[in-house]
């Protein structure tokens, strides 16, 4: 059975911290994404990679980073954490194809408070 | 800039009723075609896809594509209080990231 998993279901922390959430997938997917999604504002992209060490920015990627070094993981990281950022943040995981198909599998969330 | 549109709603239905729901695209290279339900509080899991015009029933859920008028659309029959969620459209072209629509809030009532 497909699995992502998110290393935090919910996670506070205070404005200037240095945060990681990390996701985990058991697929051998080669590409990985990190979005967020606020209400009003849909599923927003902010990084993705196709394959390990490799990444390349989404949508919003500012005041974000992210770590590819096994196929299986896939971190994001939050350099200095900022109030606008508290948020859900999901992970994804989906196989490379040429043509149709290859839906995204999601991980659980975390949702992330920045205080 | 490709986009998907969906109506964000909500939508009430009453229960027993079908629950149609509908979603526009502008990239006319769209070969794949998604929907999504969330939970309020969960993540997204997919319950259909298409990349055929035309329809594709999965037993009370039917996808239906017109690529002709850049459109999808989802319909559930015998709506159930437990279909209440988001719905969210996603439309992928060639490459490996799909374009998702904001989401349409479904609400069946007994």
């Known amino acids: 059975d497909v699995k992502v998993t998110q290393s935090s279901r919910y996670l506070v922390k205070r404005t200037g911290e240095k945060v990681f959430l990390e996701c985990v997938q058991d697929m051998d997917h080669e590409n990985m994404f990190w979005y967020r999604q606020d209400p009003g504002l849909g599923l927003r992209l902010i990084y993705f990679?196709?394959?390990?060490?490799?990444?390349e920015k989404g949508d919003i990627p500012e005041g974000y980073s992210v770590s590819r070094e096994k196929k299986e993981r896939f971190s994001l990281i939050l350099e200095s954490a900022s109030t606008n950022q508290t948020s859900m943040y999901l992970c994804a995981s989906s196989v490379t194809g040429t043509g149709r198909s290859y839906e995204q599998y999601f991980g659980p969330g975390t949702r992330l408070t920045v205080t | 800039q490709k986009e998907v549109e969906q109506n964000s709603g909500p939508l009430s239905v009453p229960e027993g009723a079908i629950a149609s729901l509908n979603c526009t695209y502008s990239?006319?290279?769209?070969?794949?075609f998604f929907w999504y339900r969330q939970y309020s509080g969960k993540s997204p899991e997919l319950i259909m896809f298409i990349y055929s015009n035309g329809d594709k029933e999965d037993g009370r859920f039917t996808a239906q594509l017109n690529k002709a008028s850049q459109y999808v659309s989802l319909l559930i029959r015998d709506s159930q209080p437990s279909d209440s969620a988001t719905y969210l459209c996603a439309v992928k072209g060639g490459s490996y990231i799909p374009t998702f629509g904001r989401g349409t809030s479904l609400i069946v009532h007994p």
């Open positions: 990239d006319r290279g769209s070969q794949s």
């Open positions: 990679s196709y394959d390990v060490k490799m990444k």
